[in-house]
């Protein structure tokens, strides 16, 4: 096709919209070549398929005809159209549209040819989608599509297989480094900084390095496994793994280009990462709670945020994130991570500003009229089963068919929450074989559990003030002792008291029975007790019994379930009771 030239024009369709224009009453060949200042000649070489126009003349014909340029095209297979195609038929040239993005000529060009978007237009994407009248999407399948694409990406292979060849080498702790040969060849080809480029390879190599970590740890069952059924499902794992592998790298040149085409700058992820992780709380937020200017949020591209505007006049502008948004954050997170490392924790700290935790100095009187501090358990001080939850069920369900219980249609995947469902459906005598069934898993698994980040500081300095703590869980009591006799403190023995899973399942939370027991054996009254606790479970028994309660909401999806269940007071962390106990000691 010669260049310029719109290879998707029709002939016949041209020669139909002549028929219909002017109401129906159709226009002349000649009559049309007067509108569109050219032959009679010309009109019907078009029509024929003789001669095709360029996209200049494609708009004169629509333009002339009260069409949409689109009209005149074969757009049956337009799902293989480049950008430069849909261009065409939309009867503007090269530099039209470069004119409109404010981009040169050549710039453009390189777009067209190569679907290569430069770095510091990253709503490039969504001003074309608003030109060609598609969406961001659309843009994107036909930028695929470019010419010398497919070319570029193999270019791309040569130094990235180097570099990872080179770096997943066994024992190599080493990052790819800016001024890596390999990282600056793929800087060019992708046009993008050597530092991105590093970082993000970076990433990806010790991704690759924890899948080959666990495909050798599958090659060692497939060599040494103690029977050959073990052996086989090793060698089995191993080959998957080692498919993953594959499927990776082969993957990168084209998962890398896409990234850079829809890349966002710093300020811009920024927002648009902080409505992330606030989308769990639902609804939407101003600029002033987002301590953003509109200008900020303007730098996001249109289809990755919604916006509306309310109060009087409609003054006000509200934003959250889009679906769009949502996937865009899920997919690229890790990279934009690994590009701008600072951002995980301006959203971390936003996060818990705008989750709607209590006010600091709410949480000291609360603390500071506390007689007793009860916890929960699992989930707060540690978690029990960790990776061996689902085998651990396995192994409890397995236990109640050998007691020939009947299961309930939907039975919990949790073990605690599987005795309890069970309750109703066995005698006393199978519930009582179950939960010392499960009572061996919960001792055996507390034997080697470690509490959660901030667990030993809180229990520590809690023990070091005049409170009365207690753990009260349904778990087994044994499994609670064992796992505080094992904390890395000089907590006193039988400083913190333990209230475990009653005889009767029937009365474990939300049942309040095990927060009555807990309260009357400690001799505080109820409004000078607070339970700590992350559960729905937990909060509805509090509520109940008519105890202060803390919910530990880690994440806004956290947060807004406990706030749903009634819980008005969250903190983000545990970290956060220690440093305003410690505060308190201090000032005492």
Known sequence: MARGLADMFDGARLR????????????????????????????????????????????????????????????????????????????????????????????????????????????????????FAITAGEVEEHLCRAPLLAQRLDEVREPLSCLLSFYLQPKNLDKPDPGDDEIVALAGLYRRSPLTIARIVGHEIARLRGMRRRQAKFDAAANYGATAEEQAKGQAAAQAEGRKIREVIDALPQNLDTFFRCMLPLEAWRAIALFHALRPLGGWLSTEQLNATSEQLAMIPAQLLERRTTG?????????????????????????????PA????????????????????????????EAVLFSFDGLLCRLFGRNLQTVSERLLSGAQSLQLVLPLQTPTDPVGMLRALVRHGTPGQINQLDQLLTQFETEAAR??????????LLRALADSPRRLAVVTDHATDAVNIFLERLPTDIPPGRIAVFGRPDDPELMKPNPHGLAQATAALKAPHARVLLMGESIADALAAQTAGIPFIGIAATTRQARMLRDAGASRTVASVRTITAVVREQQAGA
């Open 16 to 131: 139909q919209a002549r028929a219909a224009a002017e109401d129906g009453r159709g226009i002349s060949a000649e009559g049309l070549a007067r509108r569109i200042d050219a032959t009679k000649s010309q009109v019907l070489a078009y029509e024929n398929g003789l001669v095709r126009p360029d996209p200049r003349r494609i708009r004169d014909l629509a333009q002339a005809l009260g069409i949409d340029p689109l009209q005149l095209s074969d757009t049956s297979r337009s799902q293989v159209w480049t950008l430069a195609d849909l261009r065409r038929a939309r009867g503007l040239r090269a530099a039209d549209v470069s004119r409109a993005l404010s981009l040169s000529l050549r710039t453009y060009r390189r777009l067209e040819n190569e679907g290569i978007v430069p770095a510091h237009k990253f709503n490039l994407l969504s001003e074309l989608a608003e030109l």
């Open 312 to 340: 009087k006049g409609a003054a006000m502008a509200e934003y959250r994130i889009s679906e769009q948004g949502a996937k865009h954050c899920a997919a690229y997170r890790p990279w934009y991570d690994a590009c701008y």
């Open 343 to 370: 951002v995980q924790a301006f959203v971390q700290v936003n996060e818990r500003a705008l989750a709607g935790h209590m006010q600091q100095s709410d949480l000291h009187d609360l603390l500071a009229q506390s």
């Open 448 to 457: 080697h559990v470690a509490p959660l980040p901030g667990v030993s500081q």
